[in-house]
Each structure stands twice: as C-alpha cells, then as structure tokens.
C-alpha cells in the first residue's frame, strides 16, 4: 500500500475554521444536555421518567443515525461540493428549528398531573428530529478529521483546539442558566406556576434560541473552510454500488476491529458517567450543596479554572508519556474523585469544607473529562489508520476514505446508547419524591466511578503502533529521499 505523496494537515484559518462547527455544534448541545431535564421536570412539570425517556429515544436514534450517515458519507461519490461537506448543510435547518423549540413548548403540565401526554410528545418529537439531524452533522464532522488531518503531530494539535473550545462551550452553556438560577429567589420551588419558575421561562427560551443561531452560524464557517479537493484524484476510481444489506453490513466491520472494539467499550461507560454528571449536577448544586444566588457562580469558577488546569496537566503528561498511558492516567483521576464525593453523605459536615471538597472532586472529573478530547480522537484516528494499512487498496487516501465514517459512526453509535441508558437509569432513580432528596442524588454522582473503573479496565488492553502515530515522518522522508 503507498502512502500519500504530502501528510494534508490542518493549519491557520482551516484549523480554526474546522474547529469552529464543533464549538458551535458542542455549545448548543450541552446546553441541552445539562438543562433540559432541570427545565422539563423542575419547572415545566413534567415527570423525570417521561423525561429520561423522551433523552434517551434520542440517544437512540442518534446512535442508529450516526453509523448510517457515517457509511452513506463513505458510499458517496465526492461532488463539486465534496463528498463529506454537503451533509454539514443537509441537517441544518432541522436541527437548528429543534433546538430553539424544545424550549417552548406549548403545554405546561398541571399542577397535579406531571404524566401529561401533549407536552411528553412535544419533547420527544423534538428530540428525535434534533437527534437525526444532529447525527447528520456531527457523524460527518467527525469523520472528517482523519481525511483532513493525516499526522499525529497534526491530529493532536486539533485534538487540543477542540479541546479547549470544548471547555469554553461547556463553560459559557453553563455561565447563562446558572446566571438565570441565581436570579431566583427560591430555586428549589421553580415550578412554572410559582414566581421563580416564570423567570425561567421567559429568560431560558431567550438563551437556547440565541445559542443555537450561532450554532448554525458555526457549522456555515466549517463548511466553507474544509478543503476536500484532494477527492479530485480519486473520485474517478471506481466507486462500489452498495445495496441496503451491504451497507448495514458494512457498519459492523469496525466492530471486527479488536482494538477499536476495547475502545469501544471503554467509551461506553465513559459515556454514562458523563449522563450522571450532566444530569445530576443542578439537582447536586440545589439539594445537596444548598447553593443559593450568587453561590451558583462558584461552579462556574471550578469548571473553568479546573478544565483549563487539567488540561494543560495531561497535555503536559501526554508530552513525556505514551497516549494509552496517559489516556489511562487521566481516567483514573476521574474513578477516585467520583468516589469521593461519598464524602457529602457525613449530614455535619460544614459548608466552607463542603465547597472545597466540591472544588477537588468536581473540578478533577470535569477537568479529566474535557481532557479526554485529548486522546479520544488521535487515539480512535491512529486505529482508523492502522486497519486501512491492512487492507488491500493501493492507496492509503482511498482506504481510510471507505472506512472512517463507518468508524466514527460506529463510536457515537455506543456513545449515544450509553447515555441513553444512563439517562433512563437517572429517571428511574429520581422519580417522585426522589427528585429532590440529596441522599439519592448523592449515591447516584458518586456511581460514576464505577463506570470509570470498567473503562479503564478496557482501555489498559488496547495497544497502538507507534509506526501509525508517526504516519508523517515516514511520508517525509519518502519525500526527501525521491528529490
């Protein structure tokens, strides 16, 4: 198999440019994943199983639509558009309609009466068209990068821009319902009939409408900034006609891979430790930790601080280290301080102690969480090409092109059934008068850790060529060697 004649890397504007439309994409959908439940079941009414169940049919549908536009993306015969860009475009006007809407819904439920069918509907409704459309943007977005970033060097340096706007999303989607919740003056009676509960249903339509506008914006600015003209020299080899049979047959070969299976799963349980905390962090902040107006801002604080500290930590680390131990490293950071937080269980321990406890627990999983961008990517990237090295095309271009949408697609597959598991596991769980009892709540944060334990059991078995992360040293020194 040959190798390109030039490693196509991401610089400059097109660095930024590709990374933008995740930013956009990520901020709109933390946004909604850490506010939705509060929102649907805190003030619209509306029971936490309905609710839990409405997230997790999308996360369903999300994970069957991300291997099938994974795979149509690799079927397609690049066009005077491309062959990737075109679906950034196919699923905008659906998923930006989604996720304004959801914010509005028509029907509050009664006082008395929190199985109310209309508005269970409406969410749903809205989260599965948000979820198939979203997957058309995002599995693409996706399995792009090994296509547009050829070296690990590169893939990295993507892999920390992405990073670091991750945490600037996370942080701002955070930043503005906590601005709104400290505007309360009972945030633990926020039902839409009582006074707390009517500011947040006139300011947080205002906040997910005008994230999502520049959602869309992004996604436009990625579009025009990725360059997939080097398709121009392999769109004329023959492209296979593949039926429905083969192509769904076609979804289960990265599930063939050893190595991207264990990374497979130990993105499984990642995953649901990342539903516990998105879901469970406001309940966390209002009943167990007590946090009133301006106290609210102290979460703000530790994710920014925290993220960006942990960051630059693992990045550092990954400098001196290999990626699997780091990666590994990293989540056990996560495993110890979800245990910990079995701590806020003692009922005498002081608020000063509670929030500093806060600061070392939370600040450690979110900040190894955002840091896991850092690996994931370059990790998952360095398998996709390992298998396309294996296989018989004579062009590496060509190979990784006929199988990273199936990869990609594939991941965000496990990753959205995962959480949808998860999130029904939290319905379940916090049901009744179980909303907002600070014990459950508590025992259901701490569980993440059990979750990072699994992972990190399978992540330990994956071992990577390093001759595949040093993809571009080979191709350079074919180069020097031909002038």
């Known amino acids: ?13 097109r660095l930024v440019g590709y990374c933008i439309g995740y930013f956009g994409f990520i901020l709109t959908d933390v946004f909604r994943g850490v506010f939705l439940f509060q929102y649907y079941v805190y003030t ?16 369903f549908i999300a994970a069957i639509s991300s291997i099938i536009f994974g795979v149509l993306a690799d079927n397609k015969k690049p066009g005077k558009l491309g062959k990737r860009r075109p679906f950034l475009f196919y699923g905008l006007p659906v998923w930006v309609a ?17 199985l109310y069918w209309p508005t269970a509907l409406w969410l749903w409704v809205n989260l599965i068209l948000n979820a198939f459309s979203g997957m058309c943007i995002l599995s693409v977005y996706a399995s792009m990068l090994p296509e547009q970033s050829q070296t690990h060097i590169n893939r990295k340096k993507v892999a920390s821009m992405t ?55 992004s996604i436009i600015i990625t579009f025009f900034s990725v360059d997939e003209s080097f398709h121009d020299r392999i769109k004329d080899l023959e492209m296979k006609k593949k039926s429905i049979f083969e192509t769904f047959r076609q979804m289960t070969v990265p599930a063939q891979d050893k190595k991207f299976r264990k990374l497979l799963l130990m993105g499984f349980f990642t995953s649901m430790a990342g539903t516990f905390l998105g879901i469970l962090i406001f ?23 925290c993220k960006f500290g942990w960051y630059y930590i693992w990045k550092k680390v990954l400098e001196k280290h290999k990626l699997v131990k780091t990666y590994s490293l ?33 600040g450690t999983v979110l900040g190894s969480i955002y840091a896991f961008n850092l690996f994931s990517g370059p990790l998952a990237s360095a398998i996709i090409y390992e298998s396309a090295g294996k296989n018989d095309n004579a062009d590496l271009d060509k190979g990784v092109s006929e199988i ?61 060529n390093e001759e595949i992360l040093d993809i571009a040293p080979a191709v350079l020194e074919e180069l020097a060697s031909d002038t």
């Open 1 to 13: 198999m040959s190798l390109p004649r030039r490693p196509r890397e991401l610089h400059r504007g």
């Open 330 to 362: 990293c989540v056990m950071a996560s495993l110890i301080a979800s245990f910990l937080d079995l701590i806020f269980l003692y009922p005498f321990l002081p608020f000063e102690l509670k929030v500093i406890l806060f600061v070392v627990t939370m």
């Open 98 to 114: 989604t996720c304004i809407l959801i914010w509005l819904p028509p029907w509050y439920c009664p006082e008395t009466k929190s």
């Open 283 to 305: 309940p966390f902040l209002t009943y167990t930790l007590k946090f009133r107006g301006t106290l609210y801002f102290i979460y703000i604080i530790v994710s920014f601080t």
């Open 404 to 464: 990273s949408g199936a990869y990609f697609g594939l991941n965000n597959f496990v990753f959205s059934i995962a959480g949808g598991i998860a999130s029904i596991m939290i319905g379940f769980i916090l049901s009744g008068p179980n909303e907002e009892n600070s014990i459950i709540i508590t025992l259901s944060l701490a569980s993440m850790g059990i979750f990072y334990l699994v992972s990190l059991l399978f992540l330990r078995q994956i071992e990577i």
């Open 163 to 217: 990073t670091i706007l991750s945490i600037l999303a996370s942080g701002i989607s955070l930043l503005l319902p906590l601005t709104v919740q400290s505007l309360l003056k009972d945030p633990e009676n926020v039902k839409w009939w009582e006074p707390s509960g009517k500011v947040i249903l006139f300011y947080i339509p205002i906040v997910g409408g005008t994230i999502a506008i520049f959602g869309l914006v």
């Open 44 to 59: 619209i009414n509306l029971s936490s199983i309905l609710v839990s169940i409405g997230i997790a049919i999308r996360l």
